[in-house]
């Protein structure tokens, strides 16, 4: 019932900046603002990690510790797409971003009903 498809990552400097998107498909009488949209991110050999989560209206944000204050989770519902700006990028940000869709909001340890496929972000000199 809904598709996501991630872009923009790749590779980048320390201290540079990538902005990835999340373009969502949606099948009849499906809307992306039914779900709150999150990006996860996982490197290898750790856990993954939820880092941004924004209501289904987009009046509310929530970030993980370790990406606040350096990244901005936006949606524009119009375009079915769901926007993750990245600054500051260090190398610890290293991992693959999976965009995902939850009819609930947060950074809980609920599974997200859907998932995108993951883009890779590499942050090296």
């Known amino acids: 019932q809904l598709q996501l498809v991630e872009s923009g990552g790749g590779l980048v400097q320390p201290g540079g900046s990538l902005i990835l998107s999340c373009d969502a498909s949606?099948?009849?009488?499906?809307?992306?603002?039914?779900?709150?949209m999150s990006w996860f991110r996982q490197a290898p050999g750790k856990d993954r990690e939820g880092i941004a989560c924004?209501?289904?209206?987009?009046?509310?944000?929530v970030y993980a510790d370790s990406v606040k204050g350096r990244f901005t989770i936006s949606r524009d519902n119009f375009k079915n797409t769901v926007y993750l700006v990245m600054n500051s990028l260090s190398p610890e940000d290293t991992a693959v971003y999976y965009c995902?869709?939850?009819?609930?909001?947060?950074?809980?340890?609920?599974?997200?009903?859907?998932w995108g496929q993951g883009t890779q972000v590499t942050v090296s000199s």
């Open positions: 995902a869709a939850s009819t609930h909001y947060g950074l809980g340890s609920w599974e997200p009903d859907y």
């Open positions: 949606t099948a009849p009488g499906i809307w992306l603002d039914y779900y709150a």
């Open positions: 924004i209501s289904n209206d987009g009046g509310s944000t």
